[in-house]
T-cell receptor, first 115, second 112 residues
Framework: EAQVTQNPRYLITVTGKKLTVTCSQN?????MSWYRQDPGLGLRQIYY???????DKGDVPEGYKVSRKEKRNFPLILESPSPNQTSLYFC??????????????FGPGTRLTVL | SQQGEEDPQALSIQEGENATMNCSYK?????LQWYRQNSGRGLVHLIL?????REKHSGRLRVTLDTSKKSSSLLITASRAADTASYFC????????????FGPGTSLSVIP
């Protein structure tokens, strides 16, 4: 089944404890992206990647890191999480770059709470 | 970058009725997409309309785009309880080929 998977789905952690949220897609998509969703704000893009080893900042990149060493994987790293990073996170992928013209496929989401 | 603004924020209708939600924006766009999100789950792409199109249909969905008014509407006809979800417009700005900007969404409740 073609899909985007994220792990973990739920995570409660404490301030400053490094964590990684994994994202994997099995559709051979070039483009991958991370979003966070907060009440009343819609989805805001954190980082995106147009292909292996090519990443770029979105609208809210502060406090996050990403890497794209393989085409299928795009992990999101929080080196020192803070409470303002408590949010619902979504990974998405698209067949090719140019998501303003192409649909994105979303993962199920990761609900992160930072105490 | 700017955000689309959906209107209304929340909408409650009876099953079988039509649901209309609107998206307004401020800058120039290449196209506009609509996505649906069931409670707490990932978004699902519904439809894309290009800036040179005025109307597009997909099943029970009808999308219009008025670039002179900088607005789009999503109409769901003969609504069903399964249409209960949040609906988001996503703007493809002229200046940014690799990003879309999501609005805050309209929460639709369809009462059986």
């Amino acid at each position: 089944e073609a899909q985007v998977t994220q792990n973990p789905r739920y995570l409660i952690t404490v301030t400053g404890k490094k964590l990684t949220v994994t994202c994997s897609q099995n559709m051979n998509h070039e483009y991958m992206s991370w979003y966070r969703q907060d009440p009343g704000l819609g989805l805001r893009q954190i980082y995106y990647s147009m292909n292996v080893e090519v990443t770029d900042k979105g609208d809210v990149p502060e406090g996050y890191k990403v890497s794209r060493k393989e085409k299928r994987n795009f992990p999101l790293i929080l080196e020192s999480p803070s409470p303002n990073q408590t949010s619902l996170y979504f990974c998405a992928s698209s067949l090719m770059r140019g998501v303003s013209y192409n649909e994105q496929f979303f993962g199920p989401g990761t609900r992160l709470t930072v105490l | 970058s700017q955000q689309g603004e959906e209107d209304p924020q929340a909408l409650s209708i009876q099953e079988g009725e039509n649901a209309t939600m609107n998206c307004s924006y401020k800058t120039s766009i290449n196209n506009l997409q609509w996505y649906r999100q069931n409670s707490g789950r990932g978004l699902v792409h519904l439809i894309l309309i290009r800036s040179n199109e005025r109307e597009k249909h997909s099943g029970r969905l009808r999308v219009t785009l008025d670039t002179s008014k900088k607005s789009s509407s999503l109409l769901i006809t003969a609504s069903r309880a399964a249409d209960t979800a949040s609906y988001f417009c996503a703007l493809g700005e002229e200046t940014s080929y690799d990003k879309v900007i999501f609005g805050p969404g309209t929460s639709l409740s369809v009462i059986p």
